[in-house]
């Protein structure tokens, strides 16, 4: 392969990352505050808090963040494990959206929200307007990036041992396992399934093994919250470990449907799209709603399985523990108070 496509793949893959980065890092400065206000409050059960996932990841346009989110709120104390469920179910909809914005392929218009996002930031004085020009500025920047790593993958027909080695994949197991170490590296489902979707429409990737690494990416995306969870109470592990559940679980029902029916399931989505790239967003969608649908009326059931994998409760501190801990705060201060009293 030639310096000039990896320079090409290296530079709009960047570009991409940077630019969704920065576009969600923007949409939470503009209304972070109010979008976790909104999320603690409507989570009041399990559907609201679905409808609550879906809205608050398609406007960040992360679930890991979302979920991330949700483990600490659970932490706290603010949202119990119920409402937690609700919220990540409704999340991994929510993150389908940005393979649909990339499947429209906005590249040609990219340039124009780049130059206006940067005029506005340069010359605009109020600070809630450079925010939101900041939110135009990663959306451009982002398009562009998927443009520039478009072009890499075209000049990539030209080289065989490249095209060879991506039609070779045909091991539906290694390419969820590709799917999952891809997205648990960069830390983006979104970002892997747009690279499987340039790849598909250039050709490259054989229709069904892109059914299996979008599955492979819904299990790599848990990794952001299961890293959060760490240091947490167990609440917030078991939180984590639903997301988790919720994906595995969806995979091994998803792998079943394929075994049987994977050509009627790749006719019905060819059926409904207008190319290679509509098809991977499409079904990356398709399969976050089925799996929604199916697994909703099961969320207590993965709650106690989330509860069985990390049992116990978290130690409580008694009064007379409490009251030990705080004795050398307590004496610092009379040292202070005495100290002060004399001078």
């Known amino acids: 392969m030639s310096t000039s496509i990896i320079l090409s793949l290296a530079c709009g893959l960047g570009l991409f990352l940077f630019g969704m980065d920065l576009m969600s890092e923007s949409i939470e400065k503009v209304a972070g505050a109010r979008l976790r206000h909104i999320l603690e409050i409507i989570t009041t059960n399990r559907f609201t808090g679905m409808l609550v996932g879906i809205v608050f990841t398609g406007i960040i346009q992360s679930s890991s963040a979302c979920t991330a989110m949700v483990v600490s709120f659970v932490n706290s104390g603010l949202m119990n494990l119920y409402q937690a469920a609700g919220v990540i179910f409704g999340s991994n909809i929510g993150t389908t959206i940005t393979s649909q914005l990339v499947s429209i392929n906005l590249s040609a218009v990219a340039p124009v929200f780049l130059l206006c996002g940067v005029l506005v930031m340069m010359f605009s004085k109020k600070e809630k307007v450079k925010k939101i020009a900041e939110v135009v500025v990663g959306f451009g920047i982002l398009f562009t990036g998927l443009n520039t790593m478009s072009v890499g993958m075209a000049e990539m027909r030209n080289v065989p041992e490249v095209v060879n080695l991506l039609k070779s994949l045909t091991n539906p197991f290694l390419a969820t396992l590709m799917g999952t170490v891809l997205t648990a590296v960069i830390q983006s489902s979104s970002v892997t ?51 988790l559940w919720f994906n595995v679980v969806g995979t091994l029902l998803i792998y079943v449907i394929l075994f049987f029916a994977k050509d009627p399931v790749i006719r019905l989505l060819q059926s409904i ?48 523990e409490s009251y030990q801990l705080t004795a050398p705060i307590r004496r610092c201060y009379k040292f202070i108070k005495e100290i002060s009293g004399k001078g």
């Open 193 to 243: 399934v747009s690279i499987v979707l340039l790849l598909a429409n250039q050709g490259f990737l054989d229709l069904g093994i892109c059914l299996y690494i979008i599955l492979g990416c819904n299990i790599g995306a848990c990794a952001t919250a299961i890293l959060a969870s760490l240091p947490g109470k167990k609440d917030a592990k078991r939180a984590a470990l639903i997301h």
């Open 273 to 320: 799209s207008a190319d290679n790239g509509r098809f991977v967003a499409n079904a990356h969608t398709l399969i976050k709603i089925f799996q929604v649908i199916v697994l909703s009326p099961f969320a207590g059931y993965i709650v106690k399985l989330a509860s069985v994998c990390v049992p116990g409760e978290d130690r409580k501190v008694s009064c007379r």
